[in-house]
C-alpha cells in the first residue's frame, strides 16, 4: 500500500464529515488536506484508544520526533510520507503538527477544564490550527482567513463537545467547564453516570442549551470574518459548517440525549449538505 493509499484508505474509514469535503477539492489540494487529515486521526486516536497513559504519552512522543524527522527529510511513516511533499506547497509548517501533539497531550494530563479559558486554549490546538492549516489548503488571499479559520475550528471543536459529552464521560472525561457545570448546579457524578434519572434533568438540559447557543455564535462569528475574496476558495469549510450545524440542530432536536447516544448524521445527508453548499457557495 503507497503512503496515498493509507491516507485515502485512513480518511475514509473515518466517516468524518471533513471527508465530504474533500471531495470537492482539486486533486493536489484534496490529496494535501487528505495525508494532513490522516495525520490528526493518527495523533488523535492515540489518546483515545490507548489503554494506559504511560503508553499513549510515549506514541505522543514518538510522534513529535517523528514530525521533526519528516521535516529532515527522513519520514517513517504513511502519514508524514504522503504529507511532507505537499507541505511545503501548502504551507504546512513542523509548528502546526506539533501544537496538535501539544493539544493531544492536554487530554493524557488532565480531564477537566476548569473554566471557558482554558477551554479555548485546549480548542486552539487541537482544532483552531488545524483550521489554519485546512484554510491555506484550501486556497486564501487574505490575512483576515486565518482568524475565521480559528473561529470555525473552536466552534466545530464545541460541537464535538456537545456530541460527545457520554461518550467523553466513559473515559472519565469532562470537557464542559467546570465553572459551567457549577453554574447550572450540574455534578460530574450526574454525567460519568451516564444514565437517567441522574443524568437527564432540567439543569443539564440548561447546561446544554447554554452551551448550544454559545457553539451557534461562534458560527456566525466566524462567518463574519471570512472575507468575500476567500469565500469561494473556502467553500469545504463551509461544507464542514452546514454539516456541524446541522448535527449541531440534531442534538437539540432530541433534547440533548447525548448521555447514553451519539448522535450523528446519515453519510447521504452528509453528502447532500455538502453538495447544496457547494451549489450554493454559502
Known amino acids: 500500500m503507497t503512503p496515498q493509499q493509507y491516507v485515502q484508505d485512513r480518511a475514509a474509514r473515518s466517516g468524518s464529515s471533513f471527508y465530504y469535503a474533500f471531495m470537492f477539492l482539486p486533486p493536489a489540494r484534496r490529496a494535501a488536506i487528505t495525508a494532513f487529515y490522516a495525520f490528526c486521526r493518527e495523533v488523535d486516536d492515540v489518546v483515545d484508544e490507548a489503554g494506559e497513559p504511560q503508553v499513549a504519552a ?5 510522534w513529535r520526533h517523528e514530525v521533526d524527522e519528516a521535516y529532515a527529510g527522513r519520514a517513517s511513516h504513511p502519514a508524514m510520507q504522503a504529507l511532507l511533499p505537499l507541505a511545503g506547497q501548502f504551507g504546512i509548517e513542523a509548528a502546526h503538527l506539533q501544537a496538535i501533539i501539544d493539544g493531544c497531550r492536554i487530554d493524557l494530563e488532565q480531564s477537566r477544564f476548569a473554566d471557558y479559558p482554558a477551554l479555548q486554549h485546549y480548542c486552539h490546538l487541537v482544532a483552531g490550527v488545524v483550521g489554519e492549516v485546512a484554510a491555506d489548503i484550501f486556497g486564501r488571499t487574505e490575512a483576515a482567513t486565518v482568524s475565521y479559520a480559528h473561529r470555525l475550528g473552536l466552534a466545530m471543536q464545541l460541537t464535538n463537545i456537545i456530541r460527545d459529552v457520554g461518550d467523553d464521560a466513559r473515559r472519565g472525561r ?3 467547564p467546570t465553572a459551567e457545570l457549577q453554574r447550572f448546579d450540574v455534578q460530574a457524578a450526574e454525567l460519568l453516570l451516564r444514565q437517567a434519572p441522574w443524568g437527564y434533568s432540567e439543569r443539564f438540559t440548561a447546561l446544554m442549551r447554554f452551551q448550544t447557543e454559545r457553539a451557534r455564535r461562534t458560527y456566525d462569528e466566524a462567518l463574519a470574518l471570512l472575507p468575500a475574496a476567500d469565500r469561494q476558495a473556502q467553500k469545504p469549510g463551509l461544507m464542514m459548517a452546514n454539516i456541524y450545524r446541522t448535527l449541531l440542530g440534531e442534538i437539540e432536536r432530541q433534547g440533548f440525549r447525548v448521555l447514553h447516544q451519539r448522535t ?6 452528509k453528502l447532500w449538505i455538502a453538495t447544496r453548499t457547494h451549489l450554493r457557495g454559502a
Open 264 to 269: 450523528s448524521l446519515t453519510p447521504l445527508r
Open 58 to 62: 510515549a506514541k505522543l512522543a514518538w
Open 174 to 176: 469532562i470537557y464542559l
